[in-house]
């Protein structure tokens, strides 16, 4: 097995995220198992730059100019997923590339309930993990038993939530090395087959129905600041279908902005910062965003 055989150079990242926007990564590695993986971060001839992981790009934005690092894309090889029995609990395993979704539809068709608000999350499990996604009241954080992690020299380390201080979109860890998030085992209560299934059905027809679904986007762009939704003082502050370039804030939800088509990077982040701007002068409420903006201006 050659390690680098998957390492690309000069990737297009408007390929690799949601907003389908953004300048090129210097690197990219898009390894086709865990243990691959591992070989090659121990490998002394990689690139030596900043690593980044990348699942589905669902709440990420990288600037035209692009990003010096070497980007590992989980969402192909990564892709384990089963029941395990630990300790006599049942944990369902996900690896950091498995698509949300799918993990809440595997585990309602093995009849357990508590996964159905991630069919609303447009991204990885490792994604969920890094930022401690969530929607519809619940989120990510709330089910995790144990994860895996991989250090940059490649060694595989479980950890617990006790390891990790876990907040509202944000997860930092307590140890100094850091880690990257490689799978997860949740735990989910047994339930109603038929019930799970059609809990997550009527979620979907509501994302249909509330979110822009039909051009690029990278879900909600802010954070709810306490007591308050993001979209209400956007909207609020007469916001909504607000443009730069080919970059619009949603007419059908504030808290999204969408790629008309050929939107740059800077449209978005300059959109971003337009909104922070007019709704801090409005309400006195700062934004926080909850998408990740990277790389270099051009």
């Known amino acids: 097995m050659n390690p680098q055989a998957n390492l690309l150079e000069h990737v297009a990242m408007e390929r690799q995220t949601a907003w389908r926007a953004g300048g090129l990564a210097r690197f990219g590695y898009a390894p ?90 447009p991204g990885s499990v490792g994604g969920g993990l890094a930022m401690n996604a969530g929607c519809y009241g619940s989120e990510v954080w709330d089910c995790v038993a144990r994860v895996r992690t991989i250090t940059s020299d490649g060694e595989i380390k479980e950890r617990s939530p006790a390891d990790y201080v876990i907040e509202y979109r944000n997860v930092s860890q307590k140890h100094q090395q850091r880690e990257f998030f490689v799978g997860g085992w949740f735990r989910f209560n047994p339930g109603d087959k038929k019930k799970s299934r059609n809990k997550i059905k009527e979620l979907l027809k509501r994302r249909v129905r509330e979110q822009p679904l039909s051009r690029p986007n990278s879900g ?28 619009l804030v949603s007419d059908k939800h504030a808290n999204f902005i969408i790629n008309t088509g050929g939107a740059t990077a800077k449209n ?29 201006h051009c």
């Open 220 to 247: 909600s762009v802010f954070r709810n600041p306490e007591g308050e939704f993001a979209a209400r003082l956007i909207e609020r502050s007469g916001l909504k279908g607000l443009q730069r370039g080919a970059a």
């Open 268 to 296: 978005i982040e300059d959109l971003i910062l337009e909104v922070q701007s007019v709704v801090e002068l409005n309400s006195g409420v700062k934004l926080k965003r909850e998408v990740h903006i990277m790389g270099d």
């Open 32 to 121: 086709s198992s865990e243990e691959e993986l591992s070989s090659f971060l121990k490998c002394k001839s990689r690139p030596d730059l900043p690593l980044f992981f990348v699942g589905l790009g669902s709440n990420l934005l990288i600037r035209d100019g692009g990003l010096e690092a070497l980007v590992v894309f989980t969402h192909r090889g990564l892709s384990d997923m089963y029941v395990a029995e630990r300790n006599k609990d049942t944990l369902f395993y996900a690896s950091a590339g498995v698509a949300l979704p799918k993990l809440a539809r595997f585990s309602a068709n093995m009849g357990f309930e508590g996964a159905e608000f991630m069919a609303g999350i």
